[in-house]
């Protein structure tokens, strides 16, 4: 007779459950750490590149002052009106530009960072100098109102080594994600426990084991009455 779909499931779902827990976190690892070496692999590398622009105050001015217009700067490099500038400067869309480029401000300096990134090292170094350049220039328009002077105070250069993870740091993450989602694939299979890695089918053909025989009351009264005999 030949086995029923429904059968051979069954079969199937017996054999996984007959194996032992260190197979089950070794596969599970091993695929882990193949699908994450080969997103490492396939994933091209990026690159940042980053620019950084300094508020100096002017003579009517102080330094709290070129601080909390460094903040506010920050702010406003992103945004459409700067980058709109920086796209004449450079050959990118303004949505990439918005994208791929970032802010930072510090609380203790009044400088902004502008970092870039992009899949090509020298067009992370372009488009991070292209909004520097705008901000500084925009920034510069109102210097007369604001007493505040933005200055580029690093140019971004063209950076050598990618700052995205390489295939062994994918590897090795997915390695661990996949060790710890069949731990607890473990933990949640119906039937299996976690110390013993006998299945749910074990426990249920293990011979149960014999009851205690409980004494009724009548035995229970000879052996108090021979316990006082003896004294």
Do not use: C
Not at 89 to 94: L, W
Request: aromatic share 4%.
């Amino acid at each position: 007779m030949t086995d029923t779909p429904t059968r051979r499931r069954h079969l199937s779902v017996a054999r996984l459950r007959k194996l032992p827990s260190w197979s089950v976190l070794a596969t599970g690892t091993v695929a882990g750490g193949l699908i994450g070496g080969a997103y490492g692999m396939l994933t091209p590398p990026t690159y940042t590149a980053t620019s950084y622009v300094i508020a100096v105050p002017a003579p009517k001015s102080d330094s709290n002052s070129a601080l909390g217009f460094a903040q506010a700067y920050g702010r406003v490099a992103t945004q459409p009106a700067v980058l709109a500038a920086a796209q004449e400067q450079v050959d990118v869309p303004v949505e990439t530009l918005q994208r791929s480029v970032q802010a930072a401000t510090s609380p203790d300096a009044p400088m902004v960072a502008l970092s870039a990134t992009s899949s090509r090292p020298y067009l992370a170094s372009e488009m991070a100098n292209a909004v520097s350049r705008a901000l500084t220039r925009q920034a510069n328009a109102a210097k007369d109102s604001t007493h505040v002077q933005l200055v580029q105070f690093s140019r971004a250069v063209k950076p050598t080594e990618p700052t995205s993870a390489s295939s062994a740091v994918t590897a090795l993450v997915g390695a661990s994600a996949g060790g710890l989602l069949s731990g607890l694939a473990l933990l949640a299979w119906p039937g299996r426990t976690g110390r013993t890695g006998r299945t749910g089918d074990d426990e249920e053909t293990a011979p149960a084991a014999p009851a205690a025989a409980v004494p009724g009351p009548a035995a229970a009264a000879d052996a108090r009455r021979g316990k006082r005999g003896k004294r």
